[in-house]
């Protein structure tokens, strides 16, 4: 009797050792929060329920912006909910959060228009001002230059600015109206 009082309790022992320890080894989940679960409330049908989750329509615009090995100018695609307005603001936006992918943080002060041009005016501490040479500068000037003329036909023209005065870094600079680019002449 001894004995078997010693194996259960042995067995009970090891039981609770491998019970506590699978209590307490949690897998941690991470909600992936691009993904929205909606279940149909008591006044529902399941066609409205899964008529909420249907994604938009899209559109795809053509945007520029560097490639990470040759630091040259590529053009990517960008897909955005059909009703979205294009502006020069979004365009720029659209650029600037291409080229913060390839960690390059691009400091935009404002971007404005005037008849038919867009300004685009950078902050003096932030690429493409600073941190960066001749080459990134000037692609990621070209990037937003021809990703404003392609999406936007009534601008054809685009003018660089740093904090609303006349473009000059430690590798280019323009003048206060001077056009970086004019779609008009490339055509």
């Known amino acids: 009797m001894k004995n078997t009082t010693r194996k259960l309790t042995v067995i009970l022992v090891l039981f609770l050792i491998v019970l506590t320890t699978a209590c307490t080894n949690k897998v941690e989940v991470k909600k992936d929060t691009s993904i929205t679960i909606v279940t149909p409330s008591a006044g529902q049908d399941k066609q409205t329920a899964k008529s909420a989750v249907t994604p938009s329509a899209t559109k795809e ?6 490639n990470e090995n040759t630091q040259d100018v590529e053009s990517v695609s960008a897909f ?13 936006d659209k650029v ?31 690429p493409p001002v600073v941190q960066v040479d001749l080459t990134v500068e000037t692609t990621i000037l070209d990037a937003i230059a ?14 660089f600015r740093i904090e609303g005065k006349e473009y000059k870094s430690d590798n ?8 970086y680019l004019d779609g008009n002449k490339s055509k």
């Not at 955005?80 to 720029?92: A, G, L, N």
């Not at 936007?152 to 003018?159: D, F, M, Q, S």
Request: hydrophobic share 45%; no cysteine.
């Open 96 to 126: 600037a959060d291409s080229l913060a992918e390839r960690l390059i943080d691009v400091g935009i002060d404002s971007v404005t228009t005037e008849k038919d041009t867009v300004i685009v005016s950078f902050l003096s501490d932030a």
């Open 80 to 92: 955005v909910s059909e009703d979205t307005k294009i502006t020069p603001e979004f365009i720029v």
């Open 146 to 159: 021809q990703s404003l003329v392609d999406n936007l036909p009534e601008y054809p023209k685009v003018i």
């Open 172 to 179: 280019l600079s323009f003048g206060l109206n001077s056009v």
């Open 61 to 66: 615009i053509s945007i520029y912006t560097m």
